[in-house]
């Protein structure tokens, strides 16, 4: 990802939390290099993109505002809206394509991570740590996701990982019993990552998911 299109992502973050509110003038471009820690000509053309998709509008002599008709809502807002089975869903959705991806493209490297990650998940099921659990079972396959070797996959996973963790929590009741009973899937989804057998990690992906209420 260019500079520009950071400080994009950014700003946009900003007019999506009301930092920057429709119809109001957004900072000079001083203020702007200094918010986002860039140059002028990468403030430029970020402001310049912008217009051009209908997000700001530039009246010369008056300033840069976000566009009255702009409205975006962020994936985050989007998912916090969402019931457990319809993220479920779309969780289904993008980790069958990222297992695929990730037994395709996985590096040594990124292997020894995920079963890092995979013992980690182990030892939080043994110290009886709900929230460990739940954090280490993200971190898990976000290392998948990542392996994958597609980083607007692995970009739109992680956007999940912030709603997984609330549904998790929320059922933190159950204590470590669902970690626990799927932990020896996940250490088949491992093994077939490594071995690079893609229809075997989807099938046992669908295991760990059809177990995941």
């Not at 000079?28 to 998709?53: C, D, F, H, N, Q």
């Not at 493209?105 to 939080?124: F, P, S």
């Amino acid at each position: 990802m260019k500079l520009y299109e950071k400080v994009i992502s950014l700003i946009k973050k900003d007019i999506s939390q009301g930092k920057y509110k429709a119809g109001e003038k957004i900072p000079s471009e001083p203020e702007l290099m200094k918010l986002y820690g860039v140059g002028r000509s990468t403030i430029r053309e970020a402001i310049k993109t912008m217009a051009i998709s209908g997000i700001l509008k530039v009246q010369q002599g008056s300033g840069t505002f976000v566009n009255n008709s702009f409205q975006e809502v962020s994936i985050e807002q989007r998912l916090r809206r969402a019931d457990f089975d319809d993220v479920n869903a779309v969780r289904r959705l993008l980790e069958k394509e990222i297992v695929k991806l990730a037994a395709q493209n996985r590096t040594e490297e990124q292997l020894q991570e995920i079963e890092q990650y995979l013992e980690n998940r182990r030892l939080a099921i043994h110290a009886e740590d709900a929230q460990l659990c739940a954090d280490t079972d993200i971190a898990f396959h976000t290392a998948i996701a990542k392996a994958s070797s597609n980083p607007v996959l692995s970009d739109l996973y992680y956007s999940f990982t912030l709603i997984m963790r609330n549904f998790f929590l929320a059922r933190e009741k159950q204590g470590i019993s669902r970690f626990a009973m799927n932990h020896h899937l996940h250490e088949q989804l491992f093994k077939a990552i490594k071995n690079k057998k893609t229809n075997q990690a989807q099938l046992i992906l669908q295991r760990i998911l059809d177990n995941n209420y």
